[in-house]
């Protein structure tokens, strides 16, 4: 029972370097999303898709790319690290999209740039 | 883009105690769900209203969702330790593919 997997689980960066953070899921969903968690703001949407090779713009995409070239895997790219990125990113997938759906998450990676 | 708001942000009572945790926007949604988040871990989902006015029980805990689908509550029962954590309320409509988290209530019940 795998469900949605996450890597890294911790990552420092340096400004200015890029990474990718790895998501996967077993569930044969088709929804998939990123969010990131900072203190008293919630969860924001970073991007999400409803399927292979749709992908689409969350509330805060700016500084993140994505792709979604599998069912299976929806990796997300900072192209170059800013301090601002330095939060906990969650990956979360389900069924479709989670207007009633149960949406499940990753244990999430913690993401801190210097 | 449309708010959550959660109050209170912080509450810590002792076990046994009751209290409500509230979910409030000026929007109207299609449907509301709740998670909870323990430390290191990724939020899960404990209940979702579709229905105005809809009440659901989950043992010692119980959600309603407002007439006007704007807002929401969270009341807790007798509160054990176990139920500390990160709460989180989260909106969606129907045509719309984006989930809206509220900026959660972190319960602590000491022992």
């Known amino acids: 029972n795998a469900g949605v997997t996450q890597t890294p689980k911790f990552q420092v960066l340096k400004t200015g370097q890029s990474m990718t953070l790895q998501c996967a899921q077993d569930?044969?969903?088709?929804?998939m999303s990123w969010y990131r968690q900072d203190p008293g703001m919630g969860l924001r949407l970073i991007h999400y898709s409803v399927g292979a090779g749709i992908t689409d713009q969350g509330e805060v995409p700016n500084g993140y790319n994505v792709s979604r070239s599998t069912t299976e895997d929806f990796p997300l790219r900072l192209l170059s690290a800013a301090p601002s990125q330095t939060s906990v990113y969650f990956c979360?997938?389900?069924?479709?999209?989670?207007?009633?759906?149960?949406?499940?998450f990753g244990s999430g990676t913690q993401l801190s740039v210097l | 883009t449309q708010l959550l708001e959660q109050s209170p942000q912080f509450l810590s009572i002792q076990e046994g105690e009751n209290l409500t945790v509230y979910c409030n926007s000026s929007?109207?949604?299609?449907?509301l769900q709740w998670y909870r988040q323990e430390p290191g871990e990724g939020p899960v989902l404990l209940v979702t209203?579709?229905?105005?006015?809809e009440v659901k029980k989950l043992k010692r805990l119980t959600f309603q969702f407002g007439d006007a689908r704007k807002d929401s509550s969270l009341h807790i029962t007798a509160a054990q330790p176990g139920d500390t954590g990160l709460y989180l309320c989260?909106?969606?409509?129907?045509?719309?593919?984006?989930?809206?988290f509220g900026t959660g209530t972190r319960l602590t019940i000491i022992p």
């Open positions: 569930m044969n969903h088709e929804y």
């Open positions: 209203v579709v229905t105005g006015g």
């Open positions: 929007s109207v949604f299609s449907s």
């Open positions: 979360a997938s389900s069924r479709q999209a989670p207007t009633n759906e149960k949406l499940f």
């Open positions: 989260a909106g969606a409509n129907f045509g719309n593919e984006k989930l809206t």
